[in-house]
């Protein structure tokens, strides 16, 4: 069984910062890449960014220069650091990350409950 807790969401203005936080935890073998998505109210979930075991890293355009992926593979945790944030920011984010629970199984998506992220003007 695997486990996928966020944290670091909210409320915050526009031009702030937020940190969001996704540990994995259970029976985890070896983590793949890790990444986030996000899905506004009535648009489809979409990436944000990954990265993978050899940290390299991926943005969607509209976040570059602004956020910032990073892993802590001790941990089990990917992080977001999100700066400089617009309300067209505003949405649920999702963590995500590909991971085998044994050497004989193949690698699987797992997915983090969610948290709100919402960005005043």
């Known amino acids: 069984q695997v486990h996928l807790v966020e944290s670091g969401g909210g409320l915050v203005q526009a031009g702030g910062s937020l940190r969001l936080s996704c540990a994995a935890s259970g029976r985890i073998f070896s983590i793949n890449a890790m990444g986030w998505y996000r899905q506004a109210p009535g648009k489809q979930r979409e990436l944000v960014a990954t990265?993978?075991?050899?940290?390299?890293?991926n943005y969607a355009d509209s976040v570059k220069g602004r956020f910032t992926i990073s892993r802590d593979n001790a941990k089990n945790t990917v992080y977001l650091q999100m700066n400089s944030l617009k309300p067209e920011d505003t949405a649920v984010y999702y963590c995500?990350?590909?991971?085998?629970?044994?050497?004989?199984?193949?690698?699987?998506?797992?997915w983090g409950q969610g948290t709100q992220v919402t960005v005043s003007s």
């Open positions: 995500n990350i590909n991971l085998q629970t044994s050497f004989f199984k193949s690698s699987y998506d797992y």
């Open positions: 990265i993978t075991s050899g940290d390299r890293t």
